[in-house]
């Protein structure tokens, strides 16, 4: 069976089926594997038992974020507020009912996204199959915050396959009482499992210098798999190139999940069939950044464009060559039989790749209004600061016509407003 992670897997690339379609194969997985409600009970047609083809490959972390219109936005915040004071005083009826599904509210929050975009929000509901849903208190979309983060972990998706997750998020949100108005992807870590395989394979050209990469970064460290080469004591554990929001990651996947024997039971069923002498884990992270750059925005645009994107990735981002680069013709030199293999087995499980549009997303424009509103708002906080008596809004005016006709007595300001016009392409636009 191909796929299955003999040792032939790092010497060439497995043979398919003439007149196979690996498309419609995916096809037919993700329909087998979709959600229902009816497994929570113990029904429906769902189990661990592996899918008649490659199940090598996949996703390994899946973060969604969705924009939703809620029919009655105070009835579930009344029941996450409830379960949320119960967590506090350290009740056991912190628990929320969604559907088929409980979940446990925490007594804290949360901070959603990363730097100047990041926001808090106030209730994180832990599901009791290892989903986590982050709520924001609102009931109408905001433009750029979302109103529910959902994250799965491995252990899910393994179970589940990736449309049985995507579809129970759409149930969960569904259970909120709520109507998506849009879904953005956050993170999605695509991966393949190489059962039979050792790292060494890969870390013996990677230690040559046999790579050609996109990536910056290729860090070397002898602890944690945060490293770029990875050591556990004298056991050679893999590499790291890359850093968020792209990174890729090569690594002995068997030795660290001996540290985890449920996690470790589940790749063996889901993933392995069966328990190999040897297990070699080829996983990228890719978050909202990078996919943006790759053209994919929704959940939707992912399925359509994966095959596209992890071609890219394995052939143009990152990959191992079978000797010494020439750095004035790397195209020319040819790449790692092991590699090309690995390439061929994420075909396998995403397809061919279709010549999909990954064009890169254009940037989110700011709305004049709301840099208004910032505007404003930096005001406030600075006549406060200086101790100006605001009764009335021609107070406000008064006081902020002053502070900014001081703080520009020395400058031009028609000649900023042009050669500004002149830096964001404005120009010949009436503006």
Known sequence: ????????????????????????????????????????????SLSNTPPPKTTLGGEDYLTVN????????????????????????????NVIQLGEITGLVAPGGARVGSGDKAFYVPFRVATDHGITLLIADRAVPHRTHPSVQI?????????????????????????????????????????LDLPGTSVAVFTEPFDRGWVITRARKRRRHEDGLSAGRHFDGHKDTGFSVGKSPLGLRVYDKLHESRKRPLKLELLATARWAGLPDLATRIEFQLGRGRLKKLGVDT?????????????????????????PVDRKHADRTPTHPAWEAARVLFEECYGQPLGADMTPLPSLAIDPQQRLAVAVGVLKTAIVEMGYPIETNHDFLAVTMDLIAAFIIDRNMADEITRRIIEKGLGGLGL
């Open 1 to 44: 069976m191909a796929g299955q992670g003999s040792g032939e897997t790092a010497g060439g690339a497995p043979a398919t089926a003439k007149g196979e379609d690996p498309t419609a194969e995916q096809s037919a997985i993700d329909a087998a594997t979709a959600f229902d409600p009816a497994i929570f009970d113990g029904g429906g």
């Open 66 to 93: 969705f924009y939703l219109e809620y029919e009655s936005f105070t009835v579930i915040r009344n029941q996450l507020f409830e379960a949320r004071e119960a967590a506090i005083r350290g009740s056991e009826a």
């Open 151 to 191: 994250s799965a972990p491995s252990a899910p998706l393994m179970r589940l396959g990736f449309a049985g997750v995507w579809g129970l998020f759409q149930y969960l949100i569904e259970q909120l009482g709520a109507t998506i108005v849009s879904n953005k992807l956050s993170r999605v870590d695509p991966c």
């Open 299 to 323: 959940v939707e645009d992912w399925i359509a464009k994966r095959s596209d994107v992890v071609n890219y990735l394995m052939t143009s981002w990152f990959r191992l060559t079978s000797g």
